[in-house]
């Protein structure tokens, strides 16, 4: 079975940072795209970012693009989302997705993704 398992949530301060985790089992998480999305109170979904299979591609929203990386630890079948100078406005769940998208495609689309984790609170506060 197919499971993701997101982790590494919290409270933090404005300016601080946080390491999300997404952890798979039942298959290799190499082999698929994986995206970060994000839901704010009363809001849509939002992409965040996204990481191609075999790591060719990467992606990042506006919102984020030089506060947070993504990467893949193979060997620990992870992916994770590290989070610089985190704003009020980053607060939300956020949720891995994985889908077997061809190979270097890396989307920030909610409907493309079957496989999805049940999300972790990230609250920026002070």
């Known amino acids: 079975q197919l499971q993701l398992v997101e982790s590494g949530g919290g409270l933090v301060q404005p300016g601080g940072s946080l390491r999300l985790s997404c952890a798979a089992s039942g298959f290799t998480l190499g082999d698929y795209t994986i995206a970060w999305f994000r839901q704010a109170p009363g809001k849509e979904h939002e992409g965040v970012s996204c990481i191609s299979s075999r790591n060719r591609f990467t992606y990042y929203s506006d919102s984020v693009k030089g506060r947070f990386t993504i990467s893949r630890d193979n060997a620990k079948n992870t992916v994770y989302l590290q989070m610089n100078s985190l704003k009020p406005e980053d607060t939300g769940i956020y949720y891995c997705?994985?889908?077997?998208?061809?190979?270097?495609?890396?989307?920030?689309?909610?409907?493309?993704?079957?496989?999805w984790g049940q999300g972790t609170q990230v609250t920026v506060s002070s």
């Open positions: 997705a994985a889908e077997a998208l061809a190979l270097g495609i890396c989307l920030l689309k909610r409907p493309v993704y079957s496989y």
